[in-house]
Nanobody, 125 residues
Framework: VQLQASGGGLVQAGGSLRLSCAAS????????VAWFRQGPGKEREFVAA????????PYLDSVKGRFTISKDNVKNTVYLQMNSLTPEDTAVYYC???????????????????WGQGTLVTVSS
């Protein structure tokens, strides 16, 4: 599966953005999909994931209640709705997919074999 991330941009603190991860080549229904991010000078970290069925959606603690991940099997796209953004959310956001990830590994980078190119989110104070 090929992944194309989009939707990043410049937003003021408190604002919202919706990131999209469009899949091609295979149906997203067969994959768990996650969003990771890498801020300036930081390691890449897990942000949110959605299991193949959509029944499990773990989140990074600092984004719980602000970010929502969802999957649209018809559009073959996964979304990350980001609200109440803060400058600490500034990062390049990557989507990743796995056909084999189990529930206990959804938050692990090593579980994902397919990665998109990243989209930059900049939150100004």
């Amino acid at each position: 599966v090929q992944l194309q991330a989009s939707g990043g941009g410049l937003v003021q603190a408190g604002g919202s953005l919706r990131l999209s991860c469009a899949a091609s080549g295979r149906t997203i229904r067969d994959y768990a999909v996650a969003w990771f991010r890498q801020g300036p000078g930081k390691e890449r970290e897990f942000v949110a994931a959605i299991s193949r069925t959509g029944g499990s959606t773990p989140y990074l603690d600092s984004v719980k209640g602000r970010f929502t991940i969802s999957k649209d099997n018809v559009k073959n796209t996964v979304y990350l709705q980001m609200n109440s953004l803060t400058p600490e959310d500034t990062a390049v956001y990557y989507c990743a997919a796995s056909s084999r990830a189990i529930l206990s590994s959804l938050t692990s980078r090593s579980a994902y074999a397919n990665w998109g190119q990243g989209t930059l989110v900049t939150v100004s104070s």
